[in-house]
């Protein structure tokens, strides 16, 4: 069983705004588990998003962003483009010098 | 401009060992920890393990302890992925990546470079 949740799929609209997930099979995701996103297109390595909740990384656009919404983390992709269709990762910290990576979400831009 | 150049790919038989590498460079490879990933055919990302630049502190998923070995010599900035006994269960792409934390934290944090990947094939 995947301890680290995500939305296996998920489709938005050129131009529109997607909020995708990361939570945890039991309990609530805060700042403490460093949550962090990935993205990754076929055939290539993942590249750096996010990191410790809502950290850009170098060169990322501002149209992603990250936060905490609820009991989870989340990642907000607005005014997505056809270069956003991909697969995206989030990674938590377990504690104890452990991270999990989330089973993944393919987005679609349609 | 930080980099994470890997050793290229491999293709073994069963049983044969392998170690492949991870080279840092443009950063102070001293300063990180370097984590491995691995990602099956047409799967997701799974977490490997980690190490300090020292080699010196490891971590190991539950899941990959004992299958596999995380090293490093900070002398030549590289890191290790090692196998002593392959299976073909371990044909996959693998990743390594440069941990980095939030100033002024000593844990957690997350992945912010990542190598190009080696794949691994293995078949008899």
């Known amino acids: 069983q995947t301890v680290v949740t995500q939305e296996p799929s998920f489709s938005v609209s050129p131009g529109g705004t997607v909020t995708l997930t990361c939570g945890l099979r039991?309990?609530?995701?805060?700042?403490?588990?460093?949550p962090s996103w990935y993205q990754q297109t076929p055939g290539q390595a993942p590249r750096t998003l996010v990191y410790n909740t809502a950290t850009r990384s170098s060169g990322v656009p501002d149209r992603f962003s990250g936060s905490i919404l609820g009991n989870k983390a989340a990642l907000i992709i607005t005014g997505a483009q056809a270069d956003d269709e991909c697969d995206y990762y989030c990674s938590l910290y377990m504690g104890g010098g452990i991270w999990v990576f989330g089973g993944g979400t393919k987005v679609t831009v349609l | 401009e930080v980099q994470l150049v890997q050793s290229g790919a491999e293709v073994k038989k069963p049983g044969e060992s392998l170690r492949i590498s991870c080279k840092g460079s443009?950063?102070?490879?001293?300063?990180?920890?370097i984590a491995w990933a691995r990602q099956m055919p047409g799967k997701g990302l799974e977490w490997m393990g980690i190490t300090h630049s020292s080699g010196s502190d490891l971590r190991y998923s539950p899941s990959f302890e004992g299958q596999v070995t995380i090293s490093a010599d900070k002398s030549i900035s590289t890191a290790y992925l090692h196998w002593s006994s392959l299976k073909a269960s371990d044909t996959a792409m693998y990743y390594c990546?440069?941990?980095?934390?939030?100033?002024?934290?000593?844990?957690?944090?997350?992945?912010?470079?990542w190598g190009q990947g080696t794949l691994v094939t293995v078949s008899s």
């Open positions: 443009g950063y102070n490879f001293a300063n990180y920890w």
């Open positions: 990546a440069r941990r980095i934390i939030a100033v002024g934290a000593t844990s957690g944090g997350g992945f912010d470079s």
């Open positions: 039991s309990g609530s995701v805060s700042t403490s588990y460093y």
